[in-house]
């Protein structure tokens, strides 16, 4: 690409399409999706970045969370990205800290590590047509031509709202906060929740503790985790032939996105596969029809986020186990009481409440044209054109953004084809030479419309069930349509639901 380095750092300056120089931009977050920003935007030569960290590591939720028994139930070959494949993955479904090695290793790779301000938080970003003005926890100012939110979708904990809860005196944390200092061996354990995070965790540490007390709201679907330790001749085909990576990475990406995602969003037959799967899978690792009982849902299998463990039943099913179904009622410094009026007495509390699916990249305060505060503008039911854009924020994008396909797929090739998408657009300006991209309202407005439409016949909103998915509109906050409709229209952006802003002093002053 023939365009000098921008060497003016800070104060804002001419438009960078015009001008024939890089675009400066800031990229949030250095998580997986931040990551494949600074490798695919170098990739399409766009070289002036920076990284805001808010913590002192790379990995996003793989650094974040460190709870024992922590896996991906997305396979390992897709769970890649697709220009660092992988041969040495040592199971089908990697451990939490092999994906943090792995985003470690990739970041340092390609170069993304040297250009990661850590430990300093984006708390403000102003758009200043046509550039955005940063500002960080400790007051630095600079400007940028884009912005890109590599946030994540679930970063933000959420503790639940129960009487009593700062009372608790015995050990205490929430789950993407692991306190690796607190014994829990024959200690009396509590655990609130059973989604994704719990399960794992019950799997993990049940047959250590002294006993484990799940207080469980909601009953949930799991299949089957079918988990495997790789063979060393294995990795060495796949270090030998890498074409067979790329293989490996497209029979998983079809076959998760076309069957589950298909699933999710309409197949009936495939659907009910996965029914048959989960209450076999329940009926066959729990004998005992008094837990069984409790264990069922009343409510369709994958409409909340499907479980994939094949530990949580064992460990369930233990002498030392205790499935408390009973409401609670409040927290005291000694334990949990539940409707009942019964004291389930607890060394260790520990929070696995889940996250405030509606964040995004708030708090970060965001204002776009005409000082519309993006928080507000969402009102807890966030909204994005495509996943990736906002009206009325314009040179600013999203990667894994409001309403993706998230579900049970793999979140590192969603994010590599948003990207892609925004790589587009950053082409278009420059070869236009324009100021600004923004979403146009009526495309979004449409696209989200059409998205209302559709929701119903996703299991999701039809399953019977309530689940993180739902935002404050009372709708899930999904891709209603089966995945692959989305990475093939992100492969081919059309522009005209786009607003191409060549001056935008011009235009603010036409629109004065
Ligand atoms: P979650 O699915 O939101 O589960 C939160 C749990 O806490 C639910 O069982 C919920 O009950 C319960 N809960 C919340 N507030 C409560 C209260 N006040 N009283 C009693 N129970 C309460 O959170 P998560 O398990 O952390 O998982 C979140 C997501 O992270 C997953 O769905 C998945 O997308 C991702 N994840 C992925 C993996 C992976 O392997 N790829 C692993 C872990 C997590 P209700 O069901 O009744 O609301």
Request: net charge negative; aromatic share 10%; with cysteine.
């Amino acid at each position: 690409m023939n365009m000098h380095a921008n060497n003016i750092a800070g104060g804002a300056r001419a438009p960078w399409a015009k001008a024939g120089t890089q675009p400066r931009v800031a990229i949030i977050g250095a998580g997986m999706s931040g990551i494949s920003a600074v490798v695919k935007l170098r990739q399409a030569g766009y070289t002036d970045l920076t990284v805001y960290e808010k913590t002192g590591k790379v990995g996003g939720t793989w650094r974040e969370n460190q709870y024992p028994g922590l896996s991906c139930d997305v396979p390992s070959r897709w769970y890649s990205f697709s220009f660092n494949l992988n041969p040495d993955w040592s199971h089908r479904f990697s451990y939490g800290p092999e994906i943090q090695a792995y985003m470690e290793d990739t970041a340092n790779k390609f170069g993304v590590t040297d250009i990661v301000k850590f430990n300093t938080p984006v708390a403000d970003l102003t758009y200043e047509g046509p550039q955005w003005r940063l500002t960080t926890g400790d007051g630095t100012v600079e400007h940028y031509d884009v912005v890109i939110s590599a946030t994540g979708v679930l970063h933000k904990p959420a503790f639940p709202n129960i009487d009593g809860l700062d009372t608790f005196e015995g050990d205490m944390f929430h789950t993407a906060r692991w306190d690796h200092g607190v014994k829990l061996e024959g200690r009396k354990v509590g655990i609130i929740g059973t989604g994704s995070t719990a399960a794992q965790i019950i799997g993990a540490i049940t047959h250590k503790v002294g006993t484990m007390n799940v207080f469980q709201r909601t009953p949930q679907w799991m299949i089957p985790l079918p988990q495997k330790e790789y063979a060393t001749g294995w990795k060495w085909l796949l270090r030998t032939f890498p074409a067979l990576q790329k293989l490996t990475y497209n029979f998983y990406f079809k076959a998760m996105s076309k069957n589950f995602g298909a699933a999710t969003t309409g197949d009936q037959k495939k659907l009910a596969d996965i029914q048959e799967a989960c209450t076999k899978h329940l009926e066959e690792a729990v004998a005992d029809p008094e837990l069984r009982a409790k264990l069922t849902p009343d409510y369709q299998a994958a409409c909340k986020r499907l479980i994939f463990c094949s530990d949580f039943y064992p460990a369930i099913s233990r002498d030392n186990a205790n499935l408390i179904t009973e409401g609670i009622t409040r927290i005291t410094p000694t334990g949990i009481e539940t409707v009942d009026g019964k004291l389930h007495e607890l060394d260790v509390l520990i929070l696995a409440t889940g996250f405030d699916a509606a964040a995004f990249i708030l708090p970060t305060k965001v204002t776009g044209e005409n000082g519309q505060d993006l928080g507000e503008a969402w009102d807890g039911s966030p909204r994005a054109h495509r996943a990736v854009a906002m009206p009325g924020f314009p040179n600013f994008w999203m990667l894994e953004g409001p309403t993706g396909p998230v579900g049970n797929l793999s979140l590192i090739t969603i994010s590599e084809y948003q990207v892609d998408y925004i790589i587009s657009m950053l082409n278009k300006m420059r070869d236009d030479r324009l100021e600004a991209v923004s979403a146009r309202q009526d495309a979004y407005q449409h696209y989200n419309e059409d998205m209302g439409k559709q929701m119903p016949n996703t299991v999701w909103a039809s399953g019977g069930c309530t689940s993180w998915y739902f935002d404050k509109s009372g709708n899930p906050n999904l891709y209603p349509y089966p995945p692959h409709r989305y990475l093939d229209d992100m492969h081919d952006p059309d522009f005209s639901e786009f607003r191409l802003i060549a001056d935008v002093k011009e235009m603010q002053a036409a629109n004065a």
